[in-house]
């Protein structure tokens, strides 16, 4: 299961109607939204769209009937079991070897301020600042050892700018870290902090 249809799922079991619905499903051969919306005193648009996620994420399953002028959906459970599995490495960004080649450095003009550390050589904090005017707001990003000393060794705006291996190296720090730097480099991208040049 990837981590959006687990988060999909935990947040329909959240509901605090979810186990009257798996109750009914349990008990019941099959069963209408709008007689689940009866039963358990809901909207029936609330019962339908419930109903439908469980259909979506596949544990019910639905058959259109005809009764009467307008066919509906009568919805049944597939299984009593419900696990929910996630491998967290599949939410890791990768970094393709064109990205870890990119060349980069501080952009100028950044709506930004680096806070060094106590003992210097390393960058504690940034603040961004977002929006214009009255709507200016400022965003602290808290930083690890291995960004704090990554970020100290960023090329100026004025500087040549450096791969991110360069930088890394220049910093000590261990390749093995290359995801957070990586996810820093990002982060600081989408707020113009740092600029990729060619």
């Known amino acids: 299961?990837?981590?959006?249809?687990?988060?999909?799922?935990?947040?329909?079991?959240?509901?605090?109607?979810?186990?009257?619905?798996?109750?009914?499903?349990?008990?019941?051969?099959?069963?209408?939204?709008?007689e689940a919306a009866s039963r358990l005193n809901l909207h029936i648009n609330t019962a339908q769209?419930?109903?439908?996620a469980m259909t979506s994420l596949g544990l019910v399953s639905r058959e259109e009937v005809h009764e009467g002028k307008r066919p509906y959906f009568r919805y049944s459970l597939k299984t009593t079991r419900i696990t929910i599995d996630v491998d967290l490495s599949s939410v890791k960004r990768m970094q393709s070897s064109e990205e870890s080649a990119?060349?980069?450095?501080?952009?100028?003009?950044?709506?930004?301020?680096?806070?060094?550390?106590?003992g210097g050589q390393s960058i504690s904090s940034i603040a961004v600042w977002t929006g214009k005017g009255r709507d200016r707001a400022?965003?602290?990003?808290?930083?690890?050892?291995?960004?704090g000393l990554f970020l100290y060794y960023l090329p100026?705006?004025?500087?040549?700018?450096?791969?991110?291996?360069?930088?890394?190296?220049?910093?000590?720090v261990d390749?093995?870290?290359?995801?957070?730097?990586?996810?820093?480099?990002?982060?600081?991208?989408?707020?113009?902090?740092?600029?990729?040049?060619?």
Do not use: C, H, W
């Open 102 to 118: 990119e060349r980069i450095r501080e952009a100028k003009d950044a709506n930004a301020r680096f806070s060094t550390a106590r």
């Open 1 to 34: 299961m990837d981590f959006n249809t687990a988060a999909k799922l935990g947040n329909y079991l959240a509901k605090d109607y979810a186990e009257g619905f798996f109750g009914l499903l349990v008990n019941y051969k099959d069963i209408s939204a709008s």
């Open 175 to 198: 390749e093995s870290l290359s995801s957070e730097i990586a996810d820093i480099i990002g982060l600081l991208i989408e707020y113009n902090v740092i600029e990729v040049t060619q």
């Open 49 to 52: 769209e419930f109903l439908e």
């Open 138 to 147: 400022e965003r602290k990003i808290n930083l690890t050892t291995a960004q």
């Open 156 to 172: 100026f705006p004025d500087g040549e700018p450096l791969t991110r291996q360069e930088i890394m190296r220049k910093g000590g």
